[in-house]
Nanobody, 120 residues
Framework: QLVESGGGSVQAGGSLRLSCKAS????????MAWFRQAPGKEREGVAA???????NYLDSVRGRFTISQDIAKSTVYLQMNSLKPEDSGMYYC????????????????WGQGTQVTVSS
């Protein structure tokens, strides 16, 4: 089970930090990721972190977003800085057993989502 928190509304240029706590015993073997979906658009991968700590980012957020994890707490974070209106959407925490893949079809577990709204 994945439970997200930390969404909200901010003005452009602001920051938000999302958290996702995972329950279950397989956290250490998972790729943890954040996806987002804006109305009328497909769900896309934003950032992913492998069990060894290696991270990857969507090009449009690289340098502004940082994904991190606290393995002892089974929690993954997404620090979002310099937010833009185009970053708005529902953000979903995701887990996949094994290596990271960007396709939403490869996700084994989804969180319920948390809304991020960035106003201009």
């Amino acid at each position: 089970q994945l439970v997200e928190s930390g969404g909200g509304s901010v003005q452009a240029g602001g920051s938000l930090r999302l958290s996702c706590k995972a329950s279950g015993s397989s956290y250490r073997d998972n790729c943890m990721a954040w996806f987002r979906q804006a109305p009328g658009k497909e769900r896309e991968g934003v950032a992913a972190i492998a069990s060894d700590g290696g991270a990857n980012y969507l090009d449009s957020v690289r340098g502004r977003f940082t994904i991190s994890q606290d393995i002892a707490k089974s929690t993954v974070y997404l620090q979002m800085n310099s937010l833009k209106p185009e970053d708005s959407g529902m953000y979903y925490c995701a887990a996949r057993r094994g290596p990271c893949l960007w396709s939403p079809k490869s996700v084994d577990y989804w969180g319920q989502g948390t809304q991020v709204t960035v106003s201009s």
